[in-house]
């Protein structure tokens, strides 16, 4: 289980000075009076964790998360946050016995991820926090009003919320992406099969050809026979061009269904 050792915020919300904020091993608890900044906290770890939503974490978007100078304050141009992670038991694929992971936003909204201080993507912090189980979208973390409305869903929704959190629902989307892979797969197949059945109606036609011609060649010529020798030869020849037609109609599927057809 990730286990964080300690929270860096400044300029984030209601705190426009650096506060850092160290947990132990165990359970914390954080008090405070109403309007404290005590449900920020959780916003901010949110917020490193990658979560998109402005609204999630109560703001109208990503810019209103920076510290606006209250009443009597300096707004600022950047909120950034940190989380540092112990890593001793190697939960993340990384070297460091403590994993730093930073979010700064700026007065424009835009996002810069860091891990270690080294600037990354957003996917790849999330990809990172997925080894160890973290999901910004997830329920790692539950946020306020989040049991009034779980007590109020549905029971189907309810249902599919607790197969999520089981980590159930994971296998049912890879069942589903491999069900489509399987239909796209088998509709290649088809098209295959429509292209080997057409082919071998051609070459059906050409092996009566070719026999109707061997039965010419062995028989004394005439001018009958010769007459019907042009006919055999006219109809090979059309034969070849509906062969390599039907070869250019493979071409013509396999760039657009990108299908591999070997024929």
Not at 1 to 21: R, V, W
Not at 130 to 146: E, R, S
Not at 166 to 188: D, H, P
Request: hydrophobic letters at 40%; aromatic letters at 8%; a positive charge.
């Amino acid at each position: 289980m990730a286990f964080i050792e300690e929270i860096k915020i400044h300029g984030f919300k209601s705190f426009p000075k650096l506060t850092e904020i160290p947990f132990q091993k165990g359970f914390s608890a954080i008090l405070g009076a109403n309007g404290s900044g005590k449900t920020n906290i959780t916003d901010a770890i949110c917020f490193v964790l990658g979560k998109t939503s402005a609204k999630q974490m109560r703001a109208e978007k990503s810019s209103n998360l920076i510290y606006n100078g209250g009443k009597k304050g300096n707004p600022m141009k950047f909120a950034e946050v940190s989380l540092f992670f112990n890593n001793e038991t190697g939960i993340f694929p990384l070297e460091e016995k403590q994993v730093k992971i930073s979010r700064v936003v700026k007065d424009n909204g835009n996002s810069v991820y860091r891990l270690n201080n080294n600037v990354r993507t957003r996917q790849e912090v999330v990809d990172l926090l997925n080894v160890a189980h973290l999901n910004p979208d997830g329920h790692n973390i539950i946020l306020q009003g989040d049991i009034t409305r779980f007590t109020l869903m549905p029971p189907k929704e309810r249902g599919e919320l607790i197969e999520e959190i089981a980590g159930i629902s994971v296998y049912e989307e890879k069942k589903n992406k491999a069900m489509l892979e399987l239909e796209r797969v088998q509709g290649k197949l088809n098209d295959a099969n429509i292209i080997l059945t057409e082919r071998g109606t051609y070459l059906k036609e050409l092996k009566d050809l070719r026999e109707k011609n061997t039965v010419y060649l062995s028989i004394p010529s005439n001018g009958i026979l010769e007459e019907e020798a042009k006919k055999i030869f006219q109809y090979a020849v059309t034969g070849l061009i509906v062969m390599f037609s039907a070869y250019w109609i493979v071409q013509i599927v396999e760039l657009v269904t990108g299908a591999d057809i070997k024929i």
